[in-house]
């Protein structure tokens, strides 16, 4: 009898693990084994679910000069914006105020093959812009003024009396030329192109008026002689709101060319920057570009109240 209560002992012990794994209960047999009488249930397993991305099917409005290509349903961007002309061309163009010399040619005026190289100094004397009369045009006015030297050489006896300045405007975004024609002493001329940017037609006329003084002539130790020259330039653009691609060309010219000049005609056709009357040493200056304060209005603004 003793054994069989041992046995039996045994036979609990041994079933503990098994009723504390499945937690259900289990009843004896006539001999002392054990029938589970658990009962199973099937938990459904949750599956995870994977999440999909929606895909844009991108559409595409090409780069500006303002902003890089962009999707017009998502807003994505992909690569730059577009490089204006004389970013392709990787060429420095100075924020106004204009200020710098370049090489001029001065001249016997009877005899033009004597020349001599001195420099041409150009100063921007006010930059300024009010409304045009007609809606939605502003007036751009660039006041410039060019000095160079003439010269007497007395051992030579040549009279180094007779110069030429050289200038022009670009447009910015495609480096295009605005038409002009050369002028001669106090004299003024009218001009009209159109500018495409960005698909945007812009109409752009300006006038050009030059006037011209002059100082005495001084004479130093030697003989020799040198009087100032002073050509006072006034620009007035008529642009568009919004357009902001004025440039200034400062051109050098090392040497005289009766060729070079025509005080007739109005130069109107298709030329650019850097095409092949592009002379060495030019330096550009954008002088209406967002942000740049006008002289004048500078002025004005730290004058004492």
Same mark, same amino acid.
């Not at 001084?218 to 050509?231: L, R």
């Not at 030329?271 to 002379?279: L, S």
């Given at each position: 009898?003793?054994k069989?209560?041992i046995?039996?002992a045994?036979?609990?012990?041994?079933?503990?693990?098994?009723?504390?794994a499945? +937690?259900?209960t289990?009843?004896?047999?006539?001999?002392?084994?054990v029938i589970? #009488?658990?009962?199973?249930?099937n938990?459904?397993?949750e599956v995870?679910q994977e999440e999909t991305e929606?895909v844009?099917?991108?559409?595409?409005?090409?780069?500006?000069?303002?902003?890089p290509?962009?999707?017009t349903?998502?807003g994505?961007?992909? +690569?730059?914006p577009? @490089?204006t002309y004389?970013?392709?061309? +990787?060429?420095?163009?100075?924020?106004?105020?204009?200020d710098?010399?370049?090489d001029m040619?001065?001249?016997d005026?009877?005899h033009p093959e004597?020349?001599?190289?001195t420099d041409? #100094?150009?100063?921007q004397?006010d930059?300024?812009s009010?409304?045009a009369e007609?809606?939605?045009?502003?007036?751009?006015?660039?006041?410039?003024?060019?000095t160079?030297q003439?010269?007497?050489d007395s051992?030579k006896?040549?009279?180094?009396?007779? $110069?030429n300045?050289?200038?022009?405007?670009y447009?910015?975004?495609t480096?295009? @030329?605005?038409?002009?024609?050369?002028?001669?002493?106090?004299?003024?001329?009218?001009?009209? #192109?159109?500018?495409?940017?960005? $698909?945007?037609?812009?109409?752009?006329s300006?006038?050009?008026d030059s006037?011209w003084?002059f $100082?005495?002539w001084?004479?130093?130790?030697?003989?020799?002689?040198?009087?100032?020259?002073?050509?006072y330039? #006034?620009?007035?653009?008529k642009?568009?709101e +919004?357009?902001?691609?004025?440039v200034?060309?400062?051109?050098?010219?090392p040497e005289?060319?009766e060729?070079?000049? %025509?005080?007739?005609?109005?130069?109107?056709g298709e030329?650019?920057?850097? %095409?092949?009357?592009?002379?060495e040493?030019?330096?550009?200056f954008r002088?209406n570009?967002?942000?740049?304060?006008?002289?004048r209005q500078?002025?004005?603004?730290?004058?004492?109240?």
């Open positions: 009898m003793r069989k209560v046995n039996m045994i036979m609990a012990v041994a079933s503990v693990p098994l009723l504390m499945c +937690g259900n289990a009843e004896p047999a006539a001999n002392n084994a589970s #009488t658990a009962v199973v249930e938990t459904p397993t995870p929606s844009c099917a991108h559409e595409w409005k090409e780069a500006t000069f303002s902003e290509k962009t999707c349903v998502c994505e961007t992909e +690569g730059e577009k @490089q004389f970013e392709e061309h +990787g060429a420095l163009v100075k924020d106004a105020p204009v710098c010399t370049v040619v001065i001249r005026r009877y004597q020349q001599m190289v041409d #100094t150009w100063q004397l930059c300024y009010e409304p007609e809606d939605g045009y502003l007036l751009v006015h660039l006041e410039l003024l060019g160079y003439c010269y007497y051992a006896n040549i009279e180094y009396g007779a $110069g300045l050289m200038m022009n405007c447009d910015w975004y480096g295009r @030329q605005f038409p002009y024609k050369d002028l001669e002493g106090d004299d003024a001329a009218e001009y009209t #192109t159109m500018i495409d940017v960005d $698909g945007v037609s812009y109409d752009v300006y006038t050009m006037k003084e $100082g005495d001084i004479a130093d130790a030697s003989g020799d002689q040198y009087i100032d020259c002073f050509d330039l #006034t620009y007035i653009f642009i568009p +919004g357009y902001d691609g004025l200034f060309a400062a051109i050098p010219y005289y060319h060729e070079d000049w %025509d005080y007739e005609n109005t130069d109107e030329k650019y920057a850097f %095409d092949d009357e592009y002379v040493g030019t330096v550009f002088f570009k967002e942000g740049l304060a006008p002289l500078a002025e004005e603004e730290s004058a004492p109240q």
